[in-house]
Structure formats: structure tokens, C-alpha cells
């Protein structure tokens, strides 16, 4: 019984009456509350409604009640009589806000109650056996939703205390394979992309960032400064009977839109291009960017043109923007974008964007929004979760690579000369991998802080690759933490390649370096020294490949030990 | 991309007189930055010299648009505005029609301005003559041309078109596919 208390919100789990002691309030759910909420498959771990409204200590909700017998109903009813009141426009901020406030507490409570019931109870969680995992697998035995979810909550808790949860017998990896299994049936995706997802975050933040896959972000616009201003533009929506709010602190165009009597892509505000429908993470990369009036600014996959417009805005009309897209379709909702917005200084045109130096060069900001695989953006386009294969992360982040060389070849080095890459994917090897790749390529090219203030920092390590310390200057943002779509964005300061870049790095090595306390000497190759130990090293490598077991003193031929010669060059560089 | 011949000037200068009238001299000879006139696949696009200078590198079949799209040549030789057009146009227009906030949405829709639908007009408009249509809010909605003269439009009863419908920002949304 304990056990199921902890996660109480399925129907099957609604039986328990009132109790009348304070000591086992976890499992008095009554009925009501479960009609209320058609959504008992909801798989919040932080923020289950019903497990707060049963606790007799809640932190901060500010109607505390003794415990009576009736008291978790009363609770409801409060609830109902809070929804029945109409929301309007009058209430809807101060409503919000509490609902807010609401649901923090919730989540403390929440916190608190399962450290609490943690402490107290002993597992009865057992793994399925290897028959019964086959026959899942293989279809013939399905399992109830329920009890899946049941099993994901299970494994995710043996997993956050393995010693004190764990059956004795059972390794971690056997957990890791089971929840994965489990993630994957239960949200659809496939075995690979549910692996690559799980691997980015601790294991109860990884269910929060699938749940919020299933959940759609804000409806986000962007006031199009070239026509209007934000307090304008809110004004007349709100005359139309939409009901928006500033998206935040961090931007002075977003309005975030919760409801509307209209279709919002189809007033006549929008029309006459007083703002763009946009997500919110894609007002980052831009503003990473930060476009100055009167620069050359190249966006090389710009359709359907949401950044495009906020750079032309930004300049004011000034300058050129060359909008780039590789898709000959797209570029013509780009160019109506455009027209619409009314920014008159910008060329569209339809390259593949790796074509671009030799296109033309010579910006003065370039920014890349990379074609990812879409991770970021599951809650929009679901069909990721089953058509990404290892096969189109390797592709893709080649093109990356490829696009963000590019991309650094296309500006002017000078102190402003800025590459901003940005991807709506989460994964690491599309994002920290490619900026790895193009710092060790470019010499020139440093990473330079974005200028966001919030988001996570990028990794600087994973899973056995260092990025080193400069990545922690990139910003993810995830769709739990953040409530915008997952994005990544890395700002890059190009400085003029040749000797000074040369000799900047050179220094800063030997700073990492300097505990050795040596004068530094002049480096050089011993190369007689050096022929003999790859001489021998290449011939164990050829033995070991063909299978021959090593002899101390065995003859090498002369052929071999010439070749070596040449490669050893080629190697050393 | 080139610059118009003599005879596809007349037909876009002309075309862009019926609404801007003399103020077409302010369209060609700017204060602030030389602005151009240029032909590219059938479009004409009025876009600053520094801009053009520059959009010279891209290359004939990639290049989608660039500044402002005034209209496209048919392939009869006539020219014809786009909605595109509108923020030039509106900018300088001679003669205005303000629609009311009833009105918008039947405009936006493609249809012609009735008189029901009239909020203001500009003085001594004469008839077919080329106006820019805006909410009562100045925000410009499209163009067209009159039907009647200001002094005739006194007299119309409520259903009588008084602006025949040429563009309107609506076409942005339902002809994306051919606009460009």
C-alpha cells in the first residue's frame, strides 16, 4: 500500500476513503478528484496535483486547514468554485499568477512528500524477467499504460538512491535498459533517439524533458518594430479580443499570446505586418548577434524568415541582410515575410549555403541557424521521435560542420566580426561537437559570451569528449527549464588568422601549462629518435592486425621501415 | 537583373503616378540614399544603389528578390502592382480612403469598398483615380481606384461600391504560391 501511495493519480489507485489520522494522508484520494482531472495519465513527477491537495503540510499554500475527515474534498471544492468564475481579462493576470504560486507550493510539497515516503518504505519493485522483457519486445504480451508508467516511476527512483532501492541482484545498466525500454513504448519514440535524449540529463530530469515533449509551448509574437510598437501592437490585439502578455524581462518585442477570439496569423495587424508569429527560442539567436545599423549581415538558412525580419528590424532598415535558403520553396514565404514586414534592405536569394564564401564574403555578422534533426521541437513536429536514425545525426552534423566553416569564411575578421550558430536540436554531437570542430579548424575563431542571460551553460565534457572550458560560454535551453522550444546558441568572434591568432594561443597554452616552471626551449623533432620508435610501433600494429603474436627482436624489412619514414611526417603534423 | 528600358519605365512611372502623382519626383530623386528601379525576371524592384551594387554578386537564377517588389511586367508588356508595392505607396499617396473597422476584414477578403464601409475620404477626389486604402487607424490595408467621384459618393446609397479593389494585404496570406 505504501507503494502505491507515493504516485497516487491512477483510477485503479482512487479507492482509498478518508482516514481520519494525519499519519496516512499519502493515499486518501477520493473520486472526485480523479473525474476532475481527465489527465490521470499525466506523468509530472514534481507537480501532481492530487498528492498536494491530500498533504496535511503544505510549505507555502496559504489556506492552511486542520485535518478533518472531509478536508481534501473541501479542498476541491474550492477548486471548482475557483474555475466556474469566468476567466476574463480583468482576472486573468491575477489568476495566473496564482495558479502560479499554486503550483509552486505544490511542487515543494510534492518534494517534501517524497523524500519523506521515501525514507520510510522498502522497495517491492522488482524488474521484469528476460522472458517477460522478450515477449514485450516482440509484441506478444503488451502492457498496460498504467503499469508502465507505474514501472518508469519505479525505476526512476531506484535509479536516483540505487543503493538504498536496488535489488541486490540486479546491476544499474538492467534499470538504465528497462527505463529506456519503458521511455520508448511509452512516448513512442525509437530506441536510438530515446537512448541519445536519456543520455543528456539525470534520470528524473530526463522524464520531465519527454513530458514536456507532449505538451505544446506558448504561442509567441514578435512586434515588428519597423511598423509599430509593442505597446501599440497589445493594445489593438487586445481590442480583437486576444489576451497576451510580455514575453519577459529578456526581450522588448515578445508578447506571449494564452488566448484568442481570432486567428492570430490572420488579422489585419498581421496582415499589415505589425509582427511575425515566432517562437520564442528563436528570438535568441538573433539577439546573440546583436546586428548593428549600417552592417553586412548574412543569414544563411533564414526561411520562413522570423530572424531575418528581427535582424532588419534591429538595423533599422539600414545595411543589407542577405537571407539565404537552400529550399527554393521556402524562399518564396520568406521573400512575403519580408515584403510584409516591410524591410527594404534585404536580398533574398537561394544558395546552398555552403557555397558561401565564393557566393560573396565580406560580413560583418553571419548568422547560421543550422538544419538540425529537430529535437528540440518534438512538441511540434513529433515525427522525430521515429525517423531519426544514427545515419542522420552523422549526416547532419557533417553538413554542420561543413555550413559553419562557411560561415566563418564569409566574415571580415575585424573586432565586431561575430558567427552566431544556433540549432533547435539538443543533442550534443549538432551543437558543442560542431563548435568544437570549427574552433580547431579556425585558430582564429574564439567563443565569446552570448549575451542571453539565462539558459544552461553548453557541456563542457561529455561522455569521455572535453569541449574544454571556453564551451561553458554556449546556452542551451530546454523546453522543462525554459518553456520554449530545446535550442542551442554559440557566439564566435572571428579575429584575424595568421600570426597574432598564432601566438594568442600559443600563450594561452602555456599558461595551462606553466606549472612545469621550464624556459621554454626551442621544440623540435628528433627525428632519428623518432623513426626507430615508429618503426616499431608500426610493426606491431600490422602484427597485432594480422593476428601474429609478437616476438621481442623480430626483423622488420627495409620496405616497411620507408614507408614509416613518410608517415611519421605526415603524422607529427 | 538590369535596369528598365525607356518604354517599361513609362509603363511603371505611369502606373505609379495614378496614386502618387507629382510625388513620384520624391520616389526618384531621394534626399537621403540614391534609389533605383531594376528588372529582374519580369518583376520591377525599387531598391537603394548601395543595396543593388551589392546584389549584383548573386547570380541570375539564384537570386529571389531583393528591396522593395513594385510589380511584375505581363507577358503582355502591361505592368502590374503588387500589394508589395504598398508601403511606397503609401508613404506618398495623393488620395486616401479610410475604411471603418466593419469594412476591414470584407477588404481584406478582396472585396471592393462599399459605401457603407466609407470612413473618410480624401477632399476632391475625382473619379478612377488611383487610392490608398487605410483602417481608421492608418494603417495601410491596400489600393485601388474610385468609383465615383468624393462629391458622387454623397449621394450613394449604403451598398454602392465606392473603390474598386485592386491589392490588398490579404494577398499575402492567399496568394503566397504566386506572388513571388
Same mark, same amino acid.
Given at each position: 500500500?505504501?507503494?502505491?501511495?507515493?504516485?497516487?493519480?491512477?483510477?485503479?489507485?482512487?479507492?482509498?476513503?478518508y482516514?481520519e489520522?494525519?499519519?496516512a494522508?499519502?493515499?486518501d484520494?477520493d473520486?472526485d478528484?480523479?473525474?476532475?482531472?481527465?489527465e490521470a %495519465?499525466?506523468?509530472?513527477?514534481?507537480?501532481?496535483d492530487?498528492?498536494?491537495?491530500?498533504?496535511?503540510?503544505?510549505?507555502?499554500?496559504?489556506?492552511?486547514?486542520p485535518?478533518f475527515?472531509?478536508?481534501?474534498?473541501?479542498?476541491?471544492?474550492?477548486?471548482e468554485?475557483a474555475?466556474?468564475?469566468p476567466?476574463?481579462a480583468?482576472?486573468?493576470?491575477?489568476?495566473?499568477?496564482?495558479?502560479?504560486?499554486?503550483?509552486i507550493a505544490?511542487?515543494?510539497a510534492d518534494?517534501? *512528500?517524497?523524500a519523506a515516503?521515501?525514507?520510510?518504505?522498502?522497495t517491492m519493485?522488482?524488474?521484469? =524477467?528476460?522472458?517477460?522483457?522478450?515477449a514485450?519486445?516482440?509484441g506478444?504480451?503488451?502492457?498496460?499504460? /498504467?503499469?508502465?508508467q507505474?514501472?518508469?516511476?519505479?525505476?526512476?527512483?531506484v535509479?536516483?538512491?540505487f @543503493?538504498?532501492?536496488?535489488a541486490?541482484n540486479?546491476?544499474?545498466?538492467?534499470y538504465v535498459?528497462?527505463?529506456?525500454a519503458?521511455?520508448?513504448?511509452y512516448?513512442?519514440?525509437n530506441?536510438?533517439?530515446? *537512448?541519445k535524449?536519456?543520455d543528456l540529463?539525470?534520470?528524473?530530469?530526463?522524464?520531465e524533458f519527454?513530458?514536456?515533449n507532449?505538451l505544446?509551448?506558448?504561442?509567441?509574437i514578435?512586434?515588428?518594430t519597423?511598423?509599430?510598437?509593442?505597446?501599440?501592437?497589445?493594445?489593438a490585439?487586445?481590442?480583437?479580443?486576444v489576451?497576451?502578455e510580455?514575453?519577459g524581462k529578456?526581450s @522588448?518585442?515578445?508578447?506571449?499570446?494564452?488566448?484568442?477570439?481570432v486567428?492570430?496569423?490572420a488579422?489585419?495587424e498581421?496582415l499589415?505586418?505589425?509582427y511575425?508569429?515566432?517562437?520564442?527560442?528563436?528570438?535568441l539567436?538573433?539577439?546573440?548577434?546583436?546586428?548593428?545599423?549600417?552592417?553586412?549581415?548574412?543569414d544563411?538558412?533564414?526561411a520562413?524568415?522570423g530572424?531575418?525580419?528581427y535582424?532588419?528590424?534591429?538595423? %533599422? /532598415?539600414?545595411?543589407?541582410?542577405?537571407a539565404n535558403?537552400? /529550399?527554393?520553396?521556402?524562399?518564396k514565404g520568406?521573400?512575403?515575410?519580408?515584403?510584409?514586414?516591410?524591410c527594404?534592405?534585404?536580398?533574398?536569394?537561394?544558395?546552398?549555403?555552403?557555397?558561401?564564401?565564393k557566393v560573396?564574403?565580406?560580413?560583418?555578422?553571419?548568422?547560421l541557424?543550422?538544419?538540425c534533426?529537430?529535437t528540440?521541437?518534438?512538441?511540434?513536429?513529433? =515525427?522525430?521521435? %521515429?525517423?531519426?536514425?544514427?545515419r542522420d545525426f552523422?549526416?547532419?552534423?557533417?553538413?554542420q560542420? %561543413?555550413?559553419?566553416?562557411?560561415?566563418?569564411?564569409?566574415?571580415?575578421?575585424s573586432?565586431s566580426a561575430?558567427?552566431?550558430?544556433?540549432?533547435c536540436?539538443?543533442?550534443v554531437?549538432?551543437?558543442?561537437?560542431?563548435i568544437?570542430?570549427?574552433?580547431?579548424k579556425?585558430p582564429?575563431?574564439?567563443?565569446?559570451?552570448?549575451?542571453l542571460?539565462?539558459?544552461?551553460e553548453?557541456?563542457?565534457a561529455?561522455?569521455?569528449k572535453?569541449?574544454g572550458?571556453e564551451?561553458?560560454?554556449?546556452?542551451?535551453f530546454?523546453p522543462?527549464?525554459?518553456?520554449?522550444?530545446g535550442?542551442?546558441?554559440?557566439?564566435l568572434?572571428?579575429g584575424?588568422?595568421?600570426?597574432r591568432?598564432?601566438?594568442?594561443?600559443?600563450?594561452?597554452?602555456?599558461?595551462?601549462g606553466?606549472?612545469v616552471?621550464?624556459p621554454?626551449?626551442?621544440?623540435?623533432f628528433?627525428?632519428?629518435?623518432?623513426a626507430?620508435?615508429?618503426r616499431?610501433s608500426?610493426r606491431k600494429?600490422?602484427?597485432?592486425? @594480422?593476428?601474429?603474436?609478437l616476438?621481442?627482436?623480430?626483423?622488420?624489412?627495409?620496405?616497411?621501415?620507408?614507408t614509416?619514414?613518410?608517415?611519421?611526417?605526415?603524422d607529427?603534423? | 537583373?538590369?535596369?528598365?528600358?525607356e518604354e517599361?519605365?513609362?509603363?511603371v512611372?505611369?502606373?505609379?503616378? !495614378?496614386?502618387v502623382?507629382k !510625388?513620384?519626383v520624391h520616389?526618384?530623386?531621394?534626399s537621403?540614399?540614391?534609389?533605383?528601379?531594376?528588372?529582374?525576371?519580369?518583376?520591377?524592384y525599387?531598391?537603394?544603389e548601395?543595396?543593388?551594387?551589392l546584389?549584383?554578386s548573386?547570380?541570375?537564377?539564384?537570386?529571389?528578390?531583393?528591396?522593395?517588389?513594385?510589380?511584375?511586367?505581363?507577358?503582355?508588356?502591361?505592368?502590374?502592382?503588387?500589394?508589395?508595392?504598398?508601403?511606397?505607396l503609401?508613404q506618398?499617396a495623393?488620395?486616401?480612403?479610410?475604411?471603418k473597422? !466593419?469594412?476591414?476584414?470584407?477588404f481584406?477578403?478582396g !472585396?471592393?469598398?462599399?459605401?457603407?464601409?466609407?470612413?473618410?475620404i480624401?477632399?476632391?477626389?475625382?473619379?478612377h483615380?488611383?487610392?490608398?486604402v $487605410?483602417s481608421?487607424?492608418?494603417?495601410?490595408?491596400g489600393?485601388g481606384?474610385?468609383?465615383?467621384?468624393?462629391l458622387?459618393?454623397?449621394?450613394?446609397d449604403?451598398?454602392?461600391?465606392?473603390v474598386?479593389?485592386?491589392?490588398?494585404?490579404?494577398? $499575402?496570406?492567399r496568394?503566397e504560391?504566386?506572388?513571388?
Amino acid at each position: 500500500m505504501h507503494k502505491k501511495s507515493l504516485f497516487d493519480d491512477s483510477e485503479e489507485e482512487g479507492q482509498g476513503e478518508y482516514d481520519e489520522g494525519g499519519e496516512a494522508d499519502e493515499f486518501d484520494i477520493d473520486g472526485d478528484d480523479n473525474f476532475e482531472r481527465p489527465e490521470a %495519465q499525466d506523468m509530472d513527477f514534481l507537480s501532481s496535483d492530487e498528492e498536494a491537495d491530500s498533504l496535511p503540510t503544505k510549505p507555502t499554500k496559504p489556506t492552511k486547514k486542520p485535518r478533518f475527515a472531509a478536508s481534501s474534498s473541501d479542498d476541491d471544492d474550492d477548486d471548482e468554485e475557483a474555475e466556474e468564475e469566468p476567466t476574463t481579462a480583468r482576472n486573468i493576470e491575477a489568476r495566473s499568477r496564482a495558479l502560479e504560486a499554486k503550483a509552486i507550493a505544490e511542487r515543494a510539497a510534492d518534494m517534501a *512528500e517524497a523524500a519523506a515516503a521515501g525514507a520510510g518504505e522498502e522497495t517491492m519493485f522488482a524488474l521484469p =524477467s528476460a522472458e517477460q522483457q522478450e515477449a514485450e519486445a516482440s509484441g506478444s504480451a503488451p502492457v498496460d499504460v /498504467n503499469e508502465l508508467q507505474l514501472r518508469m516511476r519505479e525505476c526512476v527512483k531506484v535509479l536516483g538512491d540505487f @543503493k538504498k532501492f536496488a535489488a541486490p541482484n540486479r546491476s544499474r545498466s538492467e534499470y538504465v535498459q528497462q527505463l529506456l525500454a519503458d521511455i520508448a513504448s511509452y512516448y513512442g519514440y525509437n530506441a536510438f533517439l530515446a *537512448e541519445k535524449l536519456f543520455d543528456l540529463f539525470p534520470v528524473a530530469e530526463a522524464i520531465e524533458f519527454f513530458e514536456s515533449n507532449e505538451l505544446p509551448r506558448p504561442v509567441t509574437i514578435r512586434t515588428n518594430t519597423l511598423r509599430t510598437r509593442r505597446r501599440e501592437l497589445a493594445q489593438a490585439l487586445i481590442n480583437r479580443g486576444v489576451n497576451l502578455e510580455p514575453i519577459g524581462k529578456w526581450s @522588448k518585442v515578445g508578447l506571449q499570446v494564452f488566448e484568442s477570439s481570432v486567428p492570430i496569423g490572420a488579422t489585419p495587424e498581421y496582415l499589415a505586418g505589425h509582427y511575425m508569429l515566432q517562437a520564442a527560442s528563436s528570438f535568441l539567436p538573433v539577439i546573440a548577434l546583436d546586428p548593428q545599423p549600417g552592417e553586412r549581415v548574412l543569414d544563411m538558412a533564414s526561411a520562413p524568415g522570423g530572424k531575418t525580419t528581427y535582424i532588419s528590424a534591429l538595423m %533599422q /532598415n539600414t545595411g543589407v541582410v542577405f537571407a539565404n535558403d537552400a /529550399n527554393k520553396e521556402r524562399t518564396k514565404g520568406l521573400t512575403a515575410n519580408v515584403h510584409r514586414l516591410g524591410c527594404r534592405n534585404v536580398v533574398v536569394c537561394n544558395y546552398d549555403g555552403r557555397e558561401f564564401p565564393k557566393v560573396m564574403g565580406g560580413f560583418d555578422r553571419v548568422l547560421l541557424d543550422a538544419p538540425c534533426s529537430g529535437t528540440g521541437v518534438i512538441s511540434k513536429d513529433a =515525427s522525430v521521435k %521515429q525517423n531519426k536514425s544514427a545515419r542522420d545525426f552523422t549526416l547532419l552534423s557533417h553538413l554542420q560542420k %561543413q555550413l559553419i566553416l562557411c560561415a566563418i569564411d564569409s566574415v571580415t575578421p575585424s573586432s565586431s566580426a561575430t558567427v552566431v550558430y544556433s540549432t533547435c536540436s539538443v543533442t550534443v554531437d549538432e551543437n558543442e561537437s560542431v563548435i568544437a570542430y570549427a574552433l580547431r579548424k579556425r585558430p582564429h575563431v574564439r567563443l565569446v559570451d552570448t549575451g542571453l542571460e539565462f539558459g544552461r551553460e553548453g557541456f563542457k565534457a561529455f561522455r569521455g569528449k572535453t569541449f574544454g572550458e571556453e564551451m561553458g560560454k554556449t546556452r542551451r535551453f530546454y523546453p522543462h527549464v525554459n518553456n520554449m522550444d530545446g535550442f542551442f546558441v554559440a557566439k564566435l568572434r572571428v579575429g584575424k588568422p595568421g600570426k597574432r591568432a598564432e601566438q594568442a594561443r600559443e600563450e594561452s597554452e602555456d599558461e595551462q601549462g606553466g606549472d612545469v616552471g621550464l624556459p621554454l626551449e626551442k621544440m623540435a623533432f628528433d627525428d632519428e629518435a623518432d623513426a626507430e620508435l615508429i618503426r616499431e610501433s608500426k610493426r606491431k600494429y600490422l602484427l597485432k592486425h @594480422k593476428g601474429i603474436k609478437l616476438r621481442p627482436k623480430a626483423k622488420v624489412d627495409a620496405a616497411l621501415c620507408k614507408t614509416n619514414g613518410k608517415d611519421a611526417e605526415s603524422d607529427e603534423e | 537583373m538590369r535596369p528598365l528600358t525607356e518604354e517599361e519605365s513609362k509603363a511603371v512611372f505611369s502606373k505609379l503616378a !495614378n496614386y502618387v502623382g507629382k !510625388n513620384l519626383v520624391h520616389l526618384i530623386d531621394r534626399s537621403d540614399t540614391p534609389h533605383c528601379f531594376r528588372l529582374h525576371r519580369d518583376r520591377v524592384y525599387y531598391v537603394s544603389e548601395s543595396l543593388m551594387r551589392l546584389a549584383v554578386s548573386v547570380a541570375r537564377p539564384n537570386l529571389v528578390s531583393l528591396g522593395t517588389c513594385l510589380g511584375k511586367f505581363s507577358k503582355s508588356g502591361k505592368f502590374r502592382l503588387h500589394i508589395t508595392a504598398l508601403d511606397v505607396l503609401g508613404q506618398y499617396a495623393k488620395h486616401k480612403v479610410w475604411i471603418k473597422p !466593419n469594412g476591414e476584414m470584407p477588404f481584406l477578403y478582396g !472585396n471592393h469598398v462599399v459605401k457603407a464601409h466609407l470612413g473618410r475620404i480624401t477632399e476632391d477626389t475625382p473619379e478612377h483615380q488611383g487610392v490608398v486604402v $487605410y483602417s481608421m487607424n492608418d494603417t495601410p490595408l491596400g489600393f485601388g481606384v474610385t468609383a465615383r467621384s468624393t462629391l458622387d459618393t454623397r449621394k450613394l446609397d449604403p451598398t454602392a461600391i465606392v473603390v474598386f479593389h485592386q491589392a490588398d494585404v490579404g494577398e $499575402y496570406l492567399r496568394d503566397e504560391d504566386t506572388l513571388f
